[in-house]
Every structure is written in structure tokens, then in C-alpha cells.
């Protein structure tokens, strides 16, 4: 049976800061799994223009750099256009995250969404994932599609990026300082029509952009695809916007069928405001949780860096029928793979899962010590996996254990003799290591949100692995491990196989 509504420490400023970083770098769906949302009776439908051309030729984003023909892929621009709502508070904000809004000022709005589908209709497996996409760097970026989009490609999903910020349409900046690109600044031509009335709108456009998926009013970005779900994405500062459009939102829309948080905050950073300027400032409260009441399944996904110096540590919460909690071991909130590898790499590589050692974490912004080269983006697709067959099929994603770390500031990760941390998600890399992957980086503000990576010397190596031979096994043996335990999928582990098996030869 488908998933079934149960109706039809390191300092607040350096949190922020770190939060506020990631981005610079006819076919018809199964009927079967039809979630029963849909219910989208409160949301307006925007209009919808397109597909878009002019100016530089090419939409401007963060994201992967190759030809998406290459995988059988096509990708669209659109714009979407309409009346926007912001909220207010109907009572007081509370920890648990059962808050009740209102409608309060509307205005008007012109955005855009992207949209990547399979080029043969038939590969499409009737789900599409809808990506906030992430303004920290002062541009549209689009991390989750970075992580996820292998296992995406693969198993024949649509995904559609959301310019649901002002700083990414008309522009803002970088609380880091760092060079602003809003599209209209990087294309007048292509995006001088697009307007955006402000953050405080941002939950509604979010909802309208998935309305004109569901029921368009002029050109169906998705053409004739069948949608069977619709699956909402947010990392890093879109994973703070994911929480409070769960919490406020989603009862009122329940345009979307499961959500995918990635890489969310806690203490001052739960999640955020639902209101800015210039209307009224509604904030959040301190380590808010997600909704215990939610009548569609949200997966939590947290790296090391995540619980530590983003203090969700605070805001943990226990896995219930509708939520799970995934934190991983030996990753950091972003990694060599988002900054670099993730873009070029087209899911049938062992590249993407080899130790890279490099120190430059984005253009002009060069580390102390090499930046984290974990396993983020494996389970990343895993855990993206287990959201889709949750919401399809009913099948709920594993429990996972929790990392073992401090209740109370500073928060610290408990770590094994070769300063691996114990307990969370297991994968190879941290159970048969060659390396220390931390979430905490080191130095500038940027290069702590990229950890480190520590390779072992040579005398260790010997120590822990007397042949080739002996890793290899190991390292298979935790692979299939993992395997079964669902926190990596096939495709991937054949993959860290094939790349284990050359660590020794090189």
C-alpha cells in the first residue's frame, strides 16, 4: 500500500554564516503508489510560459556542467507567474512544530523553475523531485540535484529547481561577502521580466510551483508525464526554509507527497523566518522540530558538520511513522564531491568514490588541510531512494543510529582511535578506512563547512591492512554491509568496489 494521509556552539554568527555558504560552488508514471495528495484546492495555480530561450542561450545555475543528452536527459526553463501570499502566525511558534498560520499580505511574482525529464517518456517512473534551490552564495544553486542526480538519471526521475529566493532572482549578496549573481543580473535579456516581492512569499511560490506542475495553466513543463508523486528537496539553507514549510505550510498546500531535508540546523538555526522584511518578522523558535502530526513522510538527512557546528544536535528527534532521522558518519556539509567531482560525473565512474585529497573548497578560498572526501552523496541517493519507495509503495526507510555526540554545546562527536565518529550511517569509508573524514573543517568560515580529510600513513595502513588483499575484503564485506542495510544502493556499491580495489595499486 502507498503511504496514506491519515486524511483524504561555535558562536550564532558562524553558524549563520556557515549556513548561508553552500551554492557558490510520453511516458506515464506506474498508477500503482498513487499518494493522495493533490488536494491543492487552497493553492493558485500560476501561469506558465515557455519553454524559455534568449539572452545567453542557456538557463543560469550552480549545477552539474555536462550534457545531460549524454544520460538521456533534456532539460527546460519555464517561468511561472502570479499572486503570492506571505504568513503570519496564528498563535505562538512552538518547539514541536505544530504551528498554525494565516494568509496576510499577497503581491505579485514572476519566477522561474527548471526542468530536467527523461528525453523517451518511458524511462520516467512517475516521480519527480522539486528543489528548492539553494541562494547561500549570492546565486541559484542546485546541490541536491549535485548529490542525488546519478541515482536520479538511473532510475528515471524528473526533477524541477525552484528560484523560490529573492537574493536569487533580484539579488542580495552573500552574508560572506561574496559576489552576488542574481539571473537578472546574469542575463537581463533572458530574466529581466521576473520579479520577486521577497522571502516572506517564498513558502507560497514554492507551493505554486508545484501547482503548475500538477495542474498547469499554459505549457505542462513536464509535457505529458503522468505524475505519482511529488517529492520536495531542500539543502543546507533550503533544508531551513524545508523546515518551516513542513511545519506552517504544507497542512494548509499538501501539494507535495514526502520531503527530502537536507542538511537542516538546530538551536538558533531550526529553520526559517516565516516572515522578513519588509513585512513584519515572524522567527522561529530555537531547535524546533518537525511536526509530529504530518500526514506525509519527511526524511532528515545530517552530516557531522550539521549536528556539530549547525547544532542540530539540538533538535533531534526520535523516528516516528512518518519521519526518519539519518545522520552519517565521516561526511561534512559540503565535500570535494559538490565541489567539484559532482559535476562531471555521469553515475558509472568508480572516480566518485575515491579518496581525493585537494585543499580548494570553492574558486579563490584554499584550506589548511585537505577538505572531506566522505560518503555523503552515496547515502544521499540512498536516502532519496527511500523517500520515493516510502511515499509510492509504504515501505519506510530503515532506522538509522544516531552519531554518538554531546547533548549540550559545544557539541563534540565521539570519535574510534583513528578519529572516525562512532555510531550514525555506516559505510566502507569510515568502517574499513583509509583515511579520517571529519565534519569539522578547519581554518576560514568556508572551510570549515567542507571538513577535512586525513589519509592514513603508510605504517598505519600496514597496520590495519597487512595485503591489498585484506582491505579488499573488508572493504567488500562493510560495502555489502551497507548494502543490505539500505543505506547505499547497488549501483553505487559495485562502484566503491571497483574503486577499492585499485587503492593499494596506485
Excluded at 119 to 135: A, H, K, M, P, S
Excluded at 160 to 188: C, F, N, R, W
Excluded at 454 to 481: G, H, I, K, Q, W
Aim: hydrophobic content about 40%; glycine content about 10%; aromatic content about 8%.
Amino acid at each position: 500500500m502507498p503511504y496514506l494521509r491519515k486524511t483524504a556552539g561555535r558562536g550564532r554568527f558562524v553558524a549563520l554564516a556557515i549556513a548561508l555558504l553552500l551554492a557558490t560552488i510520453t511516458g506515464c508514471g506506474d498508477d500503482d503508489g498513487v499518494p493522495a495528495s493533490g488536494s491543492t484546492a487552497t493553492v493558485a495555480s500560476p501561469i506558465i510560459d515557455g519553454p524559455v530561450g534568449g539572452g545567453a542561450g542557456v538557463p543560469f545555475v550552480a549545477t552539474t556542467v555536462f550534457d545531460l543528452a549524454a544520460v538521456g536527459y533534456t532539460r527546460a526553463e519555464y517561468f511561472i507567474s502570479g499572486t503570492a501570499t506571505a504568513y503570519s502566525a496564528a498563535a505562538e511558534l512552538s518547539e514541536d512544530g505544530k504551528w498554525t498560520v494565516e494568509p496576510n499580505e499577497t503581491a505579485a511574482f514572476r519566477t522561474r523553475i527548471l526542468v530536467h525529464r527523461p528525453i523517451d517518456g518511458n524511462r520516467f517512473n512517475g516521480t519527480v523531485v522539486v528543489e528548492w534551490l539553494n541562494v547561500s552564495g549570492g546565486r541559484d544553486a542546485a546541490p541536491d540535484w549535485i548529490y542525488t542526480h546519478t541515482e536520479l538519471v538511473r532510475s528515471g526521475y524528473a526533477w524541477v529547481g525552484v528560484s523560490a529566493q529573492i537574493v536569487g532572482v533580484e539579488g542580495g549578496g552573500s552574508m560572506l561577502g561574496l559576489p552576488g549573481t542574481p539571473l537578472k543580473t546574469a542575463d537581463p535579456e533572458r530574466y529581466g521580466t521576473l520579479v520577486h516581492p521577497g522571502d516572506s512569499f517564498s513558502y507560497d511560490i514554492f507551493s505554486q510551483a508545484g501547482q503548475a506542475l500538477r495542474n498547469p495553466r499554459g505549457p505542462a513543463p513536464l509535457g505529458d508525464l503522468r505524475i505519482a508523486a511529488l517529492l520536495a528537496a531542500g539543502e543546507s539553507q533550503s533544508a531551513f526554509r524545508m523546515v518551516t514549510y513542513i511545519n506552517a505550510i504544507h497542512h494548509r498546500a499538501r501539494i507535495y507527497d514526502g520531503y527530502l531535508v537536507h542538511s537542516r540546523g538546530g538551536g538558533g538555526l531550526s529553520g526559517a523566518p516565516l516572515s522578513e522584511a519588509p513585512q513584519p518578522r515572524i522567527a522561529v523558535p530555537a531547535a524546533a522540530r518537525i511536526r509530529d502530526d504530518l500526514d506525509a513522510p519527511v526524511l532528515t538527512l545530517q552530516t557531522e558538520t550539521d549536528l556539530t557546528i549547525l547544532e542540530s544536535v539540538a533538535a533531534r528527534q526520535p523516528d516516528t511513522a512518518a519521519f526518519r532521522l539519518w545522520e552519517v558518519a565521516g561526511t561534512a556539509h559540503a565535500d570535494t564531491y559538490v565541489g567539484g567531482i559532482g559535476a562531471t560525473d555521469l553515475g558509472n565512474s568508480p572516480d566518485a568514490a575515491r579518496l581525493v585529497l585537494t585543499q580548494s573548497a570553492v574558486p579563490g578560498v584554499t584550506c589548511r588541510l585537505p577538505i572531506n572526501s566522505g560518503p555523503h552523496h552515496f547515502v544521499a541517493k540512498a536516502a532519496l531512494s527511500a523517500l520515493n519507495r516510502w511515499v509510492r509503495l509504504g515501505t519506510p526507510p530503515p532506522s538509522a543510529p544516531r552519531i554518538a555526540a554531546s547533548a549540550s554545546p559545544p557539541y563534540t562527536i565521539e570519535r574510534d582511535p583513528y578519529g572516525n565518529a562512532r555510531g550514525g550511517i555506516r559505510t566502507p569509508q569510515v568502517d574499513v578506512p583509509i583515511a579520517t573524514f571529519s565534519g569539522d573543517g578547519r581554518g576560514s568560515i568556508v572551510c570549515l563547512l567542507f571538513g577535512t580529510t586525513t589519509p592514513f600513513d603508510v605504517e598505519t595502513l600496514a597496520e590495519l591492512y597487512p595485503t591489498a588483499e585484506d582491505y579488499v575484503s573488508a572493504f567488500n564485506a562493510a560495502t555489502d554491509r551497507a548494502l543490505q542495510t539500505g543505506f547505499i544502493l547497488a549501483p553505487d556499491a559495485e562502484l566503491m568496489k571497483a574503486a577499492a580495489a585499485d587503492v593499494f595499486r596506485e
